[in-house]
């Protein structure tokens, strides 16, 4: 049918909600849990087959309906070509001489730390990374990556690396990554004198004793994690690498920032996500809908409600620190829309409308994302007056925490049982790790490399090497902890390299082993347990990023056993997690009394309880290491950073509950100008509301001060 006006085809469409006539039920639910009054109305919006959609329009007479249905969609359809909404291929951005720099920039460095010229394993590390890196195009995404680092360190504040790009040597070299993925070795840093471990007999350079340099006497560093480089580009180098980078949550909008002054404005975006309803919210709207329809259904099919609603598109967001770049010869409509997230047209954020995951491989995104640990990091070396990267990474009492207590001198009774000292080291102090720790028995860094992958893969430890060491077939040292072991483990029995790379790949995604590979493994030697451990596997963690985090914790652990005061200050500051100083002044029997009775909830404990009994947990064992907490002092507290004060914690004024960020602000910033006089004084001057000024008299901070400046005469 032709409108005889516009001479146009004309096509019929059905305006499809959703697939089936029977899952109307499930829109139901989502408009009321939306509150729309006329949620159980039934509208028909189901996608119609042809004989449908024919029936629809047989008003127009069979033949007109025909044609509306069917001749002139195909029609159409006919008309248009294949269109791609992204398109095909890689789009980095470009660095002039990129390749140049990244070369003699890790050149560079190498020689500074290995000597000139470099011991053959070295330097045939490097010409292998930087030859793949540079065939596939990858020197600009280092370069930019190596910007950015250095960019966060002239501001004062370290990097760190997530996921597998410590595996590469270049990363190391250019300063991107603080993992070292050579094998163990000791290096001189004056004559440049080195020892290399290649046999596998040490797992971590860590784990090397301090040594004099056999050539000049100078105390030598150690370093390695024995990391193939295959693990982060492939074989062959072809995979697209991601380089994750955490930063201090202090720089991270000056980093994003920067990548905007690198790329131009207009070819920087932050990347877009897509956020879907979650089996908690999905519950919520199917108990409502039942609700207010007045009647009650079995437990199964709320279930099955719920899973007909779960994965619907809820709202879009940004990434916490993904960045798009776009490369300056093309325009962000050539890969995707852009969008304000959630649609908000007065949010100064402007986000990609595709979710990343569709525009992976065809143009670049930066993980530019905030953590705690490099604040942290800066928070501890301001107590201290120390370096961080100073710390020795072989330090025995740090390593006893695993196993004891007794490095922090005190007792487990003291802290409710607890009989190893790891609470607060990152990754370690949870219950879960605790007690991987206490059935695994880890000793050296190359074992925590261990727990950090058995705790973070699926599949890796309950039901797996958990039952290995339990009944003695192996230690901790044989299990499969990290995907790269599996790849070191099959090379060092005999198996080839390119087998080894598929089968490790195979296995770290939970798709097994084939016959053929289970064959060559016990041709090879690879013990029957091991095979079967291998076929249980879901997931594993790259042991780059467990050694990232590994790093953390000891370097934390060091500072926790040996500058106290000041790891429990920066714990504090940093994560507060609802640091509460009225039940902290009552003493310890209240703290640990609020420990139980949040723990005896049990699953009826709010999430924000839970994280509150990690925080008593330190505050405890500071406590029990006879550490004193000093009350909120109108001239010696801070608004928010819990300071050391003749080995004692000074709290903070936000320590208070209900003291907000900006009334402690406003306190600090009235008091630099000069005394408060009076509490109507403070008042005034700090722009304190009677909540906020009660607040500080009932925890004794008002106690020596007037209430007003009036004068009283005396006769």
């Given at each position: 049918?032709?409108?005889?006006?516009?001479?146009?085809?004309?096509?019929?469409?059905?305006?499809?909600?959703?697939?089936?006539?029977?899952?109307?039920?499930?829109r139901k639910i989502l408009l009321a849990g939306q509150?729309?009054?006329?949620?159980?109305?039934?509208?028909?919006?189901?996608?119609?087959?042809?004989?449908?959609?024919?029936?629809?329009?047989?008003?127009?007479?069979?033949?007109?309906?025909?044609?509306?249905?069917?001749?002139?969609?195909?029609?159409?359809?006919?008309?248009?070509?294949?269109?791609?909404?992204?398109?095909?291929?890689?789009?980095?951005?470009?660095?002039?001489?990129?390749?140049?720099?990244?070369?003699?920039?890790?050149?560079?460095?190498?020689?500074?730390?290995?000597?000139?010229?470099?011991?053959?394993?070295?330097?045939?590390?490097?010409?292998?990374?930087?030859?793949?890196?540079?065939?596939?195009?990858?020197?600009?995404?280092?370069?930019?990556?190596?910007?950015?680092?250095?960019?966060?360190?002239?501001?004062?504040?370290?990097?760190?690396?997530?996921?597998?790009?410590?595996?590469?040597?270049?990363?190391?070299?250019?300063?991107?990554?603080?993992?070292?993925?050579?094998?163990?070795h000791y290096f001189c840093p004056k004559c440049k004198?080195?020892?290399?471990?290649?046999?596998?007999?040490?797992?971590?350079?860590?784990?090397?004793?301090?040594?004099?340099?056999?050539?000049?006497?100078?105390?030598?560093?150690?370093?390695?994690?024995?990391?193939?480089?295959?693990?982060?580009?492939?074989?062959?180098?072809?995979?697209?690498?991601?380089?994750?980078?955490?930063?201090?949550?202090?720089?991270?909008?000056?980093?994003?920032?920067?990548?905007?002054?690198?790329?131009?404005?207009?070819?920087?975006?932050?990347?877009?996500?897509?956020?879907?309803?979650?089996?908690?919210?999905?519950?919520?709207?199917?108990?409502?809908?039942?609700?207010?329809?007045?009647?009650?259904?079995?437990?199964?099919?709320?279930?099955?409600?719920?899973?007909?609603?779960?994965?619907?598109?809820?709202?879009?967001?940004?990434?916490?620190?993904?960045?798009?770049?776009?490369?300056?010869?093309?325009?962000?409509?050539?890969?995707?829309?852009?969008?304000?997230?959630?649609?908000?047209?007065?949010?100064?954020?402007?986000?990609?409308?595709?979710?990343?995951?569709?525009?992976?491989?065809?143009?670049?995104?930066?993980?530019?994302?905030?953590?705690?640990?490099?604040?942290?990091?800066?928070?501890?070396?301001?107590?201290?007056?120390?370096?961080?990267?100073?710390?020795?990474?072989?330090?025995?009492?740090?390593?006893?925490?695993?196993?004891?207590?007794?490095?922090?001198?005190?007792?487990?009774?003291?802290?409710?049982?607890?009989?190893?000292?790891?609470?607060?080291?990152?990754?370690?102090?949870?219950?879960?790790?605790?007690?991987?720790?206490?059935?695994?028995?880890?000793?050296?860094?190359?074992?925590?490399?261990?727990?950090?992958?058995?705790?973070?893969?699926?599949?890796?430890?309950?039901?797996?090497?958990?039952?290995?060491?339990?009944?003695?077939?192996?230690?901790?040292?044989?299990?499969?902890?990290?995907?790269?072991?599996?790849?070191?483990?099959?090379?060092?029995?005999?198996?080839?390299?390119?087998?080894?790379?598929?089968?490790?790949?195979?296995?770290?995604?939970?798709?097994?082993?084939?016959?053929?590979?289970?064959?060559?493994?016990?041709?090879?030697?690879?013990?029957?347990?091991?095979?079967?451990?291998?076929?249980?596997?879901?997931?594993?963690?790259?042991?780059?990023?467990?050694?990232?985090?590994?790093?953390?914790?000891?370097?934390?652990?060091?500072?926790?056993?040996?500058?106290?005061?000041?790891?429990?200050?920066?714990?504090?500051?940093?994560?507060?997690?609802?640091?509460?100083?009225?039940?902290?002044?009552?003493?310890?029997?209240?703290?640990?009394?609020?420990?139980?009775?949040?723990?005896?909830?049990?699953?009826?404990?709010?999430?924000?309880?839970?994280?509150?009994?990690?925080?008593?947990?330190?505050?405890?064992?500071?406590?029990?290491?006879?550490?004193?907490?000093?009350?909120?002092?109108?001239?010696?507290?801070?608004?928010?950073?819990?300071?050391?004060?003749?080995?004692?914690?000074?709290?903070?004024?936000?320590?208070?509950?209900?003291?907000?960020?900006?009334?402690?602000?406003?306190?600090?910033?009235?008091?630099?100008?000069?005394?408060?006089?009076?509490?109507?004084?403070?008042?005034?001057?700090?722009?304190?509301?009677?909540?906020?000024?009660?607040?500080?008299?009932?925890?004794?901070?008002?106690?020596?001060?007037?209430?007003?400046?009036?004068?009283?005469?005396?006769?």
């Amino acid at each position: 049918m032709r409108s005889s006006q516009y001479n146009k085809p004309v096509c019929a469409t059905c305006d499809a909600h959703f697939l089936n006539r029977e899952d109307e039920l499930y829109r139901k639910i989502l408009l009321a849990g939306q509150k729309y009054k006329d949620y159980d109305r039934d509208v028909g919006l189901y996608f119609r087959t042809t004989e449908e959609m024919l029936e629809e329009f047989s008003y127009l007479g069979e033949e007109k309906a025909y044609e509306v249905v069917v001749t002139n969609p195909n029609k159409i359809a006919s008309m248009i070509e294949n269109v791609r909404p992204i398109p095909k291929g890689s789009y980095p951005p470009s660095m002039e001489g990129a390749e140049e720099e990244l070369q003699n920039l890790c050149w560079t460095r190498a020689k500074e730390q290995y000597g000139d010229p470099l011991p053959e394993l070295v330097s045939s590390r490097l010409e292998r990374e930087l030859g793949s890196i540079i065939k596939n195009g990858f020197a600009v995404l280092y370069l930019i990556a190596q910007r950015l680092v250095h960019f966060s360190e002239e501001q004062g504040y370290l990097v760190g690396s997530r996921g597998s790009v410590g595996s590469s040597f270049v990363a190391t070299m250019a300063g991107i990554s603080e993992v070292n993925p050579l094998p163990p070795h000791y290096f001189c840093p004056k004559c440049k004198h080195t020892e290399f471990f290649t046999d596998g007999s040490v797992g971590s350079g860590f784990d090397l004793p301090t040594k004099a340099c056999p050539e000049c006497g100078e105390t030598m560093g150690a370093d390695g994690q024995d990391i193939m480089f295959e693990t982060f580009l492939g074989f062959q180098g072809e995979k697209s690498p991601d380089i994750d980078l955490n930063f201090s949550g202090e720089v991270q909008g000056k980093v994003h920032k920067y990548t905007e002054d690198l790329f131009g404005e207009g070819h920087v975006f932050r990347a877009g996500t897509i956020s879907a309803l979650a089996d908690k919210t999905a519950y919520g709207y199917v108990a409502k809908y039942v609700e207010q329809l007045g009647f009650s259904l079995p437990r199964a099919e709320m279930n099955r409600l719920v899973q007909g609603c779960l994965g619907v598109k809820k709202t879009t967001g940004q990434h916490p620190g993904g960045i798009i770049v776009v490369p300056q010869d093309f325009d962000v409509y050539d890969f995707t829309p852009i969008q304000h997230p959630a649609d908000d047209p007065n949010s100064d954020v402007i986000t990609t409308h595709f979710a990343f995951s569709f525009l992976h491989d065809t143009i670049l995104k930066l993980d530019e994302l905030g953590h705690d640990i490099p604040t942290k990091y800066k928070w501890l070396e301001r107590f201290t007056n120390s370096s961080v990267l100073d710390v020795a990474m072989n330090d025995k009492s740090v390593y006893q925490l695993l196993e004891s207590t007794a490095p922090l001198g005190i007792s487990p009774d003291q802290i409710d049982g607890c009989t190893i000292g790891t609470y607060g080291l990152p990754e370690l102090g949870t219950n879960f790790v605790q007690q991987t720790l206490l059935d695994a028995k880890p000793h050296t860094f190359a074992d925590l490399l261990k727990i950090s992958g058995l705790t973070h893969g699926t599949n890796v430890w309950l039901g797996n090497a958990q039952d290995l060491i339990r009944n003695h077939v192996c230690d901790i040292r044989g299990v499969i902890g990290c995907r790269d072991d599996v790849m070191s483990d099959l090379i060092r029995i005999g198996v080839p390299k390119a087998t080894a790379f598929k089968i490790m790949e195979a296995v770290r995604k939970g798709k097994g082993l084939t016959p053929e590979w289970e064959q060559t493994m016990l041709e090879c030697g690879v013990e029957r347990w091991y095979i079967d451990s291998c076929k249980k596997i879901k997931y594993l963690f790259p042991k780059a990023h467990a050694a990232a985090y590994v790093m953390s914790a000891i370097r934390l652990g060091w500072y926790k056993v040996h500058e106290p005061v000041a790891f429990y200050c920066t714990m504090f500051t940093v994560a507060p997690n609802g640091f509460d100083a009225q039940v902290v002044r009552k003493g310890k029997g209240a703290v640990e009394k609020t420990i139980h009775d949040i723990l005896d909830k049990g699953k009826e404990a709010t999430q924000k309880e839970t994280s509150y009994v990690s925080v008593l947990q330190l505050v405890n064992e500071a406590m029990a290491r006879n550490i004193r907490f000093l009350p909120v002092d109108l001239e010696k507290s801070h608004a928010f950073a819990f300071l050391p004060e003749n080995g004692a914690i000074r709290m903070p004024f936000s320590s208070l509950p209900g003291l907000g960020e900006n009334a402690a602000q406003n306190i600090i910033t009235a008091r630099e100008e000069e005394p408060f006089f009076s509490v109507e004084d403070l008042q005034i001057r700090a722009k304190l509301g009677k909540t906020v000024i009660e607040m500080l008299r009932a925890n004794g901070v008002l106690d020596e001060m007037n209430e007003t400046d009036q004068l009283t005469m005396m006769f």
